[in-house]
């Protein structure tokens, strides 16, 4: 090891602690490594500051010796965003000793908390005040608010509640020289110049590390109903949500889209659990609505909505979740898709979104052309339908090796549905980030004035490309990421 990673490693010790700062590869394979194994890398060292100051402090540090840093919440990136590469020379900054919420107030509707509190502990604590946080995704327990932030997370309630950016009222950032930027101060109104904090937010930790934030809170609903219908096709399932929306207003909370395959794929993995439905169908949805109202009436306008929806020939069957342990059992059905296809392996994830108008044409022409370039590929196809966003994603057939099928599909797949994605004014990441896994589509699908203006914001706040080198950005041609 240089005189200088000693030196570094030895600096980061006085600030962090001994037992905060790891440096044998055996006990940093846990933070070098993504959670669905695809991304290795290696790290000179793995730190967890317990404080802002120390986070500045590390980061003052790393600069003065050019050592990259690689923030890391939860570690449940799917896009490799948020471990390190294979040079070894980056210190990965952990941030879950940072996990307080620091204050709840239910009158100004706000809760303020540093970056490592889970996504779980957050709603829960938004909860024990009578509060609602309305994030909701499939790893709440593991993911974290910084990584939240830092990827605009979305997930299966941004149809009634937005995603991050909408969520945030202020948060407080660490620049890669120490300087802390902070706006916590809880205002829904703030017309002071620019809007900084939406720089950081998305920026999946390549212009400043989030430390803090204060989130909105809403009502808990005191009223939910969900049903599990199977739905003649997606062109169905779109007009199926236009009158839910007509009928339902703004307590259409959830409006959740799932091929056969990706229904198949979970209850294969899960024997215990049956299906809502007698048999597996091409395409469902799971609806769920919730308001502030009573149950009884908001039983009735589902069942209005089923009504009208058998009436009109869109909907093929349907259940109603007839408790709450129903409910979660239709949820867990669709959270699951996620770690199943992990656990399964050979996926191509794709995640689109698509203005809704589009949104069945497109799947009908992008399963279209998948399928002739990979003709046996389960079409696990699922997603967040209610606010354009599709999770399109192609897996291996039973069978074949997963890395004989991505070998032979990978590319051509994710640029087939991305580029048909593009070409009709989507997006080839809906929610999900860019990190590694799309950095070099992006200039496909930015304008040369787009990517010239990411360039010039990170090199004004990063001017050494230290933060999460060689992530979300791709490299101007002939230039290495630390140019
Ligand atoms: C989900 O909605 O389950 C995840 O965002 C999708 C995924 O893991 O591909
Ligand atoms: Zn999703």
Redesign the pocket.
Same mark, same amino acid.
């Given at each position: 090891m240089a005189d200088t990673d000693t030196n570094v490693i030895d600096g980061l010790r006085a600030i962090v602690g001994d037992k905060a700062c790891l440096d044998t590869a055996a006990d940093m394979q846990p933070f070098t490594t993504d959670y669905r194994r695809l991304y290795h890398g290696k790290a000179l060292a793995v730190v967890a500051p317990a404080s802002t100051q120390q986070v500045s402090e590390v980061l003052a540090l790393c600069t003065k010796h050019g050592v990259p840093v690689v923030p890391q919440g939860g570690n449940t990136s799917?896009m490799g965003g948020a471990v390190p590469d294979a040079s070894g020379n980056a210190v990965v900054l952990n941030l879950r000793r940072m996990n307080q919420v620091l204050e709840i107030d239910a009158v100004n509707d706000t809760m303020t908390l540093q970056a490592g509190v889970t996504l779980q502990a957050a709603r829960a604590a938004a909860e024990t005040a009578g509060r609602l946080f309305p994030l909701r995704?499939?790893s709440e327990g593991s993911c974290q608010i910084g990584g939240n932030l830092s990827t605009n997370a979305g997930?299966?309630a941004v149809l009634r509640y937005g995603n991050m950016r909408d969520l945030t009222l202020g948060i407080e950032a660490v620049l890669p020289d120490g300087r802390v930027y902070s706006s916590l101060r809880g205002l829904r109104k703030d017309n002071t110049g620019y809007d900084l904090k939406q720089l950081f937010i998305g920026s999946e930790g390549t212009l400043g590390i989030i430390t803090a934030a204060v989130l909105k809170l809403m009502p808990l609903p005191s009223a939910t109903a969900v049903a599990w219908v199977a739905v003649k096709d997606p062109h169905a399932a779109v007009q199926l949500l236009t009158q839910a929306k007509r009928t339902a207003g703004q307590a259409v909370t959830a409006f959740e889209l799932i091929s056969g395959p990706a229904l198949s794929l979970v209850l294969a993995s899960m024997p215990q659990q049956s299906a809502p439905l007698p048999g597996v169908h091409d395409w469902m949805v799971l609806i769920e609505l919730s308001s502030g109202g009573d149950a009884e009436g908001l039983d009735a306008t589902l069942m209005a909505i089923l009504e009208q929806g058998m009436e009109s020939g869109l909907i093929v069957d349907a259940a109603v979740a007839a408790s709450m342990a129903d409910a979660r059992a239709f949820w867990l059905l669709r @959270?699951e898709?996620?770690d199943a296809?992990t656990r399964e392996g050979g996926s191509i994830?794709c995640?689109i979104s698509i203005p809704l108008s589009k949104i069945a044409g497109f799947i009908a022409e992008a399963s279209a052309q998948v399928l002739a370039l990979a003709p046996d590929a389960r079409m696990v196809i699922y997603?967040?339908m209610g606010d354009g966003n599709v999770?399109f994603?192609p897996l291996r057939p039973k069978g074949t090796p997963a890395a004989e099928f991505l070998a032979a599909h990978y590319t051509q797949v994710s640029q087939a549905v991305d580029g048909l994605a593009h070409r009709q004014n989507g997006s080839i990441s809906a @929610?999900?980030g860019i990190g590694v896994a799309k950095r070099d589509d992006l200039v496909h699908c930015k304008t040369p004035v787009e990517l010239a203006l990411m360039w010039q914001i990170k090199r004004t706040l990063d001017p050494g490309n230290l933060l999460n080198p060689s992530k979300v950005l791709p490299l101007p041609a002939g230039t290495d990421h630390r140019a």
């Open positions: 799917l995704i499939g997930g299966t @959270e898709i996620s296809q994830k995640d997603g967040h999770h994603n @929610e999900h």
